[in-house]
């Protein structure tokens, strides 16, 4: 007896380079969902979600701690192309270090989440001249955003050494650890940049991001990481972002 052929997926699908952490992932498909016009289940985009949060942890190799996760991001990129998706989006800002050689491996675009929430704070303050940034170390000192804002003829600003212990804490300590985190600790450190000059602050690190709408703050100075490229992928996913009003 024959098997039946199975049914034709739907789509064409996006695809989540996930667990770079796990619980931003998941933050990640959330906000997708809320920020999409969906009166049905069918209104919503199709996504492939690769959720491994096996890949070695990004900050620290590039502190010269641990392996490189370059072969596992590329890895994992390669098999959602195999799997059938046609655009990818990464919930991870530490992780577009890699991008060039993640896009070098694929034939389908891959979303920059630098660049995206870039965008995002300049279409969100008009007139737009400078910005914060609350990241971990390895995105620092990487430059990723450095370089996003120049090329967006934007200043960037950053916390003090000490104030950037306290942002690595929040985000290892707090969020990666499972454990609470004081809203004034986190309203600290933004005000810590607005205090410097920062016009806007972003949100650099998705698991501050996680962060919060685990606090369910609503503070018109911050640029979500997560919502910007959540907001891309329902746009390149083919659907319709909610009007915000």
Same mark, same amino acid.
């Given at each position: 007896?024959?098997?039946?052929?199975?049914?034709?997926?739907?789509?064409?699908?996006?695809?989540?380079?996930?667990?770079?952490? !796990?619980?931003?992932?998941?933050?990640? =498909?959330?906000?997708?969902?809320?920020?999409?016009?969906?009166? %049905?289940?069918?209104? @919503?985009?199709?996504?492939? +979600?690769?959720?491994?949060?096996?890949?070695?942890?990004?900050?620290?190799? =590039?502190?010269?701690?641990?392996?490189?996760? &370059?072969?596992?991001?590329? /890895?994992?990129?390669?098999?959602? &192309?195999?799997?059938?998706?046609?655009?990818?989006? +990464?919930?991870?800002? *530490?992780?577009?270090?890699?991008?060039?050689?993640?896009?070098?491996?694929?034939?389908?675009?891959?979303? @920059?989440? +630098?660049?995206? *929430?870039?965008?995002?704070?300049?279409?969100?303050?008009?007139?737009?001249?400078?910005?914060?940034?609350?990241?971990?170390?390895?995105?620092?000192? $990487?430059?990723?955003?450095? %370089?996003? /804002?120049?090329?967006?003829?934007?200043?960037?600003?950053? !916390?003090?050494?000490?104030? $950037?212990?306290?942002?690595?804490?929040?985000?290892?300590?707090?969020?990666?650890?499972?454990? !609470?985190?004081?809203?004034?600790?986190?309203?600290?450190?933004?005000? @810590?940049?607005?205090? %410097?000059?920062?016009?806007?602050?972003?949100?650099?690190?998705?698991? =501050?991001? #996680?962060? =919060?709408?685990?606090?369910?703050?609503?503070?018109?100075?911050?640029?979500?990481?997560?919502?910007? #490229?959540?907001?891309?992928?329902?746009?390149?996913?083919?659907?319709?972002? %909610?009007?915000?009003?």
């Amino acid at each position: 007896m024959t098997a039946p052929e199975p049914p034709e997926v739907p789509g064409p699908p996006g695809g989540v380079l996930g667990g770079l952490g !796990p619980a931003a992932a998941v933050y990640f =498909l959330r906000r997708v969902v809320e920020l999409t016009d969906a009166r %049905r289940d069918q209104d @919503h985009v199709d996504l492939l +979600v690769w959720q491994f949060g096996s890949v070695p942890d990004r900050t620290g190799f =590039l502190q010269g701690r641990g392996e490189s996760p &370059e072969p596992a991001l590329v /890895a994992n990129a390669v098999a959602l &192309e195999r799997a059938g998706a046609t655009f990818i989006s +990464v919930p991870c800002n *530490t992780a577009i270090v890699w991008v060039d050689a993640i896009r070098a491996a694929v034939g389908i675009e891959v979303l @920059h989440t +630098v660049e995206e *929430t870039i965008a995002a704070a300049q279409a969100a303050v008009p007139g737009l001249t400078s910005v914060g940034l609350l990241a971990t170390d390895g995105t620092l000192e $990487q430059g990723i955003y450095a %370089r996003a /804002a120049e090329a967006a003829g934007l200043t960037l600003l950053v !916390p003090e050494p000490e104030v $950037q212990e306290r942002v690595m804490a929040v985000i290892y300590d707090g969020v990666k650890a499972g454990n !609470p985190v004081p809203r004034d600790e986190f309203d600290a450190l933004v005000d @810590h940049l607005a205090d %410097r000059g920062a016009e806007a602050v972003l949100l650099g690190c998705t698991e =501050l991001s #996680v962060l =919060l709408g685990d606090l369910g703050i609503e503070d018109p100075r911050l640029v979500d990481s997560i919502d910007a #490229v959540a907001r891309a992928t329902v746009l390149r996913g083919g659907g319709t972002l %909610r009007d915000p009003a």
